[in-house]
C-alpha cells in the first residue's frame, strides 16, 4: 500500500536532465527540466482503507509484501487517477479479502511531515462474501477491540486510525492504551 521514494533524473517531456530548482520562495524546490523547463511536481498519493465492521468484530490484514509484511493493516489501497474514491475503497476491500462492504462514514485523514501517502479512511460494513487471502495477504482475521495486535500494526495511520475508532466507538482509553 505504500510507496517507495524514486529519484526522478530526465524529464518525462523531452528527455532532458532535471535538476533541483527553487521556483518560489517559501515552497519547496521543484525538479526542473534544463532543457525545456517542464517542471515535475510530485505530488501525494492517495491510499483509502476501510475499517470493516462485521458484527462487533473488525477485519485486519497480515501484510505478505514489504513494506511492513508481517504486519497487519485494515483492506486498502492506492486510488487509481480518475478514480472515485468510495468507489476504490470498495474495490480494495473486494480485491484484498473477497467481502463485498458498504461504506458508513468517513473516519478521519491521516498524514504525516516527509510522508508521500495521505491517507483516507472509512467506516464500512460487512454486507457479503466469505473472508480470503488475496495475493499480498498472509492472513485475514476478524479482530474485537480487545485483541487489536497494536504492537504488530503496519503503519503509523494503521495506528492512529484504529485508536480514533476505538475512541468513537466509547472502547475504554485504558484498555487499548495500555497495548501501545
Ligand atoms: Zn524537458
Known sequence: MHHQQYTYKFCPVCGGHLENKNIKE??????????????FYLDPKLVVCSIVEVGDKVILLKRAIDPQKGKWVMP???????????????????????????????LGIYS???????????????KSGDLI????????????????????LAFQSTVDALKDYCRRENFSRKEYERHL
Not at 479479502?97 to 462514514?105: A, F, H, N, S, Y
Not at 504525516?112 to 460487512?126: D, L, M, N
Not at 495475493?135 to 495486535?149: K, N, Q, V, W
Open 26 to 39: 517559501q515552497e519547496p524546490s521543484r525538479l526542473v527540466c534544463k532543457d525545456c523547463e517542464f517542471v
Open 76 to 106: 486498502g489501497g492506492f486510488v487509481d487517477r480518475g478514480e472515485e474514491i468510495r468507489k476504490a475503497a470498495l474495490r480494495e476491500a473486494e480485491e484484498e479479502c473477497g467481502v463485498r462492504i458498504e461504506l458508513k462514514d468517513l
Open 112 to 126: 504525516y511531515g516527509g510522508k508521500t501517502e495521505v491517507v483516507v479512511v472509512y467506516i464500512a460494513e460487512h
Open 133 to 152: 487471502v488475496g495475493d499480498e495477504t498472509d492472513d485475514a482475521r476478524l479482530y474485537s477491540l480487545d485483541e487489536i495486535p497494536w504492537q504488530e
